[in-house]
């Protein structure tokens, strides 16, 4: 068996690292690849790090992205400090001892693999396989490789063309929220996401938490979902970004909630509830959802509250904030109903226009079904089309 080695700190995994795999692979035909998460990585990044477990699983997600059996170890993340390479060899050919082992390393590693702790050990446990980036370097790493074979060293020197892509710069991108899918495979991407990895915002997680812990994965998805078209929608139009989020993360809270117990939170919480609450099933979820916030989660911010309990029917005269969040709800990237994407565009082009056709489209499908229409949902309609006549109420 020829069993391919490659390490990383993989903080996360990206197409670059699945790129010169494969590029690899067409030359060399591995049998199988291990993939071996490093070990503590050094803490070098603004941000937050991913742990191990994390990391693992993303390594897993990238897997099928390549046409050879991939194998995630974690026997240097579970060794306490650095791992050595001479180290991690020895005991993968006592676990595989039929196996015959290829440690795959760029070309800078390959410079300095003198050096590194028992090379000689490394040398006689396993073939080398350095990837040059480019001709130039030919010469040199020709070179090395004879140096190298002096002491036992096999070496495969093979050419693969880099992606310009780092994890740091990954990092980054989410850190500031910005759009990571051109970089990592779609399911490590979603991994991210969901799981909030890289973003440095202890408020936001502590919540993102709690919404996890009480929503469906559905809903939970739709919540973060809500979230990010929130913050992009503030961004656009002058809220506070983080505000917006956070009211887009909270938004659904109770949506899940057996209606039972959302009547028994509003009698706690000496909610009245009107007719047209008490008669539908989705209407509820709004109120009492902000008074939840407000009583059980500690928030005081009154226009995330008023965003929350508006999200649902929305009212006349929502502030900016309100605004965004009844419009997110329509926009974000979970929905999929004919129209979302001219809706989409239009709320960045139009905020009012695109919560007119939000509410025109409620109230035509809640004629179509003969069911009952809030008085707050026909108020912000009038007042959305009064506003934009000049007329005042
Ligand atoms: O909670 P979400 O599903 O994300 O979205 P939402 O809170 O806007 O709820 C949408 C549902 O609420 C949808 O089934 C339509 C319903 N709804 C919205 N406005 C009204 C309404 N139902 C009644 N009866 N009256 C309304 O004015
Ligand atoms: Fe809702
Ligand atoms: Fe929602």
Redesign the pocket.
């Known amino acids: 068996m020829r069993t391919a080695i490659y390490g990383g700190s993989f903080n996360p995994i990206h197409n670059a690292h699945l790129h010169l795999l494969r590029s690899i692979q067409e030359q060399m035909n591995f049998d199988r690849l291990f993939l071996i998460p490093a070990g503590i990585p050094p803490h070098k990044s603004a941000g937050k790090l991913a742990g191990a477990a994390e990391r693992i699983e993303m390594c897993n997600l990238a897997r099928c992205e390549l046409s050879m059996p991939v194998h995630v170890l974690d026997l240097e993340v579970r060794r306490e400090g650095k791992s050595y390479t001479a180290e991690t060899l020895r005991l993968l050919s006592e676990r595989y001892p039929q196996d015959r082992f290829t440690l795959i390393m760029g070309e800078d590693m390959f410079r300095t693999l003198g050096t590194w702790w028992h090379h000689e050990e490394i040398f006689r446990l396993a073939e080398i396989c350095a990837v040059k980036r480019s001709e130039e370097g030919d010469t040199a790493m020709a070179g090395l490789a004879k140096e190298y074979e002096k002491e036992g060293a096999v070496c495969h020197i093979v050419k693969a063309d880099f992606l310009d892509i780092s994890s740091t710069a990954i990092r980054e991108k989410v850190l500031n929220g910005e759009e990571i899918s051109s970089l990592v495979p779609e399911k490590v991407a979603a991994y991210i996401f969901r799981n909030g990895l890289y973003k440095d915002d202890p408020v936001f997680e502590a919540y993102r938490l709690e919404i996890q812990k009480r929503l469906s994965d559905a809903r939970y998805y739709?919540s973060l979902c809500?979230a990010k078209a929130a913050k992009s929608l503030a961004k656009r139009y002058g809220a506070d970004p983080k505000k917006a989020e956070l009211a887009g993360v909270l938004?659904?809270i109770l949506?899940d909630t057996p209606k039972e117990e959302q009547l028994q939170f509003a009698q706690r919480f000496g909610i009245i509830l009107d007719n047209?609450e008490l008669?539908?099933k989705?209407?509820l979820?709004?109120k009492v959802g902000a008074a939840f916030l407000e009583r059980e989660l500690g928030v005081t911010d009154p226009e995330i509250l008023d965003a929350v309990r508006y999200?649902?029917?929305g009212k006349a005269g929502m502030s900016l904030l309100t605004r965004i969040i009844f419009t997110a709800?329509f926009i974000s990237d979970d929905r999929e109903y004919p129209g979302v994407t001219e809706m989409r565009s239009m709320a960045v082009s139009d905020l009012r226009e695109a919560m007119l056709e939000g509410l025109a489209f409620?109230?035509s499908?809640?004629t179509e079904k003969r069911?009952?229409?809030?008085p707050?949902?026909?108020r912000a309609y009038n007042a959305l089309i009064f506003e934009k006549e000049g007329t005042t109420l």
């Open positions: 739709h809500v938004h659904d949506k047209f008669a539908s989705t209407l979820h709004a999200h649902t029917t709800d409620t109230i499908e809640l069911r009952v229409i809030h707050d949902t026909l």
